[in-house]
């Protein structure tokens, strides 16, 4: 089944804790994004990766690092979380290039800090 | 700092309604923009594109540049169009979404 995959689906975790949520795409894709949605549905782009490399990179708090070990996977590393941190992650991929490609994004990782 | 913005948090009307999903962009050259939806319990996924000019489930959207709005009009509402929709705004790949509209079709 060719998508885009993110584990795990629900994440809650304590004020302070580090965590990570992995993505992967079988779709062929040269770049992945992270997004963020806030309570208010919200989305705002976070970062986007091509080919292993960052391109987008958008205010966010050093907190987060993202880290592609392939041009498959892109994973969010959260370290000291807050409670302004829950929301709900989405990844997603698109072909590479300059121009617009159509992006396929993932079901979506609820993340909630106590 | 390009700005998409979408008046209507939600919008309810009945079946067989028309519906007009507003949305204005910060003026800047030659825009690209998208309308994206996510269906309750499915992925936010491509609804469709200004530069396409097509009409994707009953649903088009025109530009105009003289009022920087890209709106989303479908004449005859159906309940399976109950969903939040984006209004989106792309410079290359970098994705900038407006607030988003959730629409209820009531039967």
């Known amino acids: 089944d060719t998508a885009v995959s993110q584990t795990p689906k629900y994440l809650v975790t304590q004020m302070g804790n580090d965590k990570s949520i992995k993505c992967e795409q079988n779709l062929g894709h040269d770049t992945m994004y992270w997004y963020k949605q806030d309570s208010k549905k919200f989305l705002k782009i976070m970062f986007s990766?091509?080919?292993?490399?960052?391109?987008i990179n958008e205010t966010v708090p050093n907190r987060f690092s993202p880290k592609s070990p392939d041009k498959a996977h892109l994973n969010l590393h959260i370290n000291s979380l807050e409670l302004g941190d829950s929301a709900v992650y989405f990844c997603a991929s698109s072909q590479g290039g300059l121009s617009y490609n159509e992006q396929f994004f993932g079901p979506g990782t609820r993340l909630t800090v106590l | 700092a390009q700005r998409v913005t979408q008046p209507e948090k939600l919008l309810s009307v009945f079946k067989g309604a028309p519906v007009e999903l507003k949305c204005n962009y910060s003026?800047?050259?030659?825009?690209?923009l998208f309308w994206y939806v996510q269906y309750s319990r499915q992925r936010l996924q491509l609804l469709l594109r200004h530069i396409s000019r097509e009409s994707i489930k009953g649903f088009t959207a025109d530009l105009n540049k003289g009022e920087t709005s890209f709106h989303l009009k479908k004449p005859f509402a159906q309940e399976e169009d109950s969903a939040m929709y984006y209004c989106?705004?792309?410079?290359?790949?970098?994705?900038?979404f407006g607030g988003g509209t959730r629409v209820l079709v009531k039967p």
């Open positions: 003026y800047s050259g030659s825009p690209e």
């Open positions: 990766y091509n080919n292993k490399e960052l391109i």
């Open positions: 989106v705004r792309a410079a290359g790949n970098k994705l900038t």
